[in-house]
């Protein structure tokens, strides 16, 4: 069965400064994506980037973007001048080929004015 | 265009009564997606329908946990003799299709209380 593992319950950001918030899976699957979610407290799931594993460049939204090493097993996202908007609670999740989402447990990420 | 929408946003009831959730997903999405948010967790899948059929319910919990979509559109989860321990953030999300390149939207959620 696949997991997903977020070993960083909480993580702060000074604003306009960049944080990295780390994810680890395990799969094995070689057909599955990767999806990064952001919670705010209004309790609605909003995508924030997402990454094929298939493709080996990392993906990129802006200021989201991500460091995918398949061989690790390891998606982390990276957000850069973070802005006050970006606190939230942070999901990584794995999805196969067809399905469900497999969440980790979260990052609540704090910025800091 | 209208996203995912749930109804109630929340939802209080006793110990041992019934519950429906109900699930609008966004128009022309074949694909919908119950899961449930414990306090501090992340989502936990419960059930997927692709169209009008259960693809996949290995989430369900017991017995106690039913969802249908009898027309492929609209989805209503349904709880018998609730107990505290189902008190949770019930998420509903759509997708185009069940393919794992579509991205999931979801909805607002109902927050369920046991008493």
């Known amino acids: 069965a696949q997991t997903v593992t977020q070993s960083q319950p909480e993580m702060s950001v000074q604003e306009a400064e960049t944080v990295t918030l780390s994810c680890t899976y395990d799969t094995s699957e070689s057909d599955y994506y990767l999806f990064w979610y952001k919670q705010p407290p209004s309790r609605q799931m909003i995508l924030v980037i997402r990454q094929e594993a298939y493709k080996q460049q990392n993906a990129t939204e802006n200021r989201f973007s991500v460091n995918f090493q398949k061989a690790a097993k390891s998606f982390s996202l990276k957000i850069s001048d973070s802005q006050l908007g970006d606190a939230a609670m942070y999901f990584c999740?794995?999805?196969?080929?067809?399905?469900?989402?497999?969440f980790g447990q979260g990052t609540e990420l704090s910025v800091k004015p | 265009g209208a996203g995912v929408s749930q109804t109630p946003s929340n939802k209080v009831t006793e110990k041992g009564k019934y519950v429906e959730l109900r699930c609008d997903p966004i128009s022309g999405h074949t694909a919908l997606y119950w899961y449930r948010q414990s306090l501090g967790q992340g989502p936990e899948f419960l059930i997927y329908?692709?169209?009008?059929?259960?693809?996949?319910d290995s989430g369900l919990p017991n017995d106690r946990f039913f969802a249908v979509r009898p027309e492929g559109s609209v989805s209503t989860l349904k709880i018998q003799r609730t107990e505290r321990g189902d008190s949770a953030v019930y998420l509903c999300?759509?997708?185009?299709?069940?393919?794992?390149?579509?991205?999931?939207?979801f909805g607002p959620g109902t927050r369920l209380t046991v008493l």
């Open positions: 999300a759509s997708s185009l299709t069940g393919s794992g390149s579509d991205t999931q939207y």
């Open positions: 329908f692709q169209g009008t059929g259960a693809a996949d």
């Open positions: 999740a794995y999805r196969s080929a067809r399905g469900k989402l497999i």
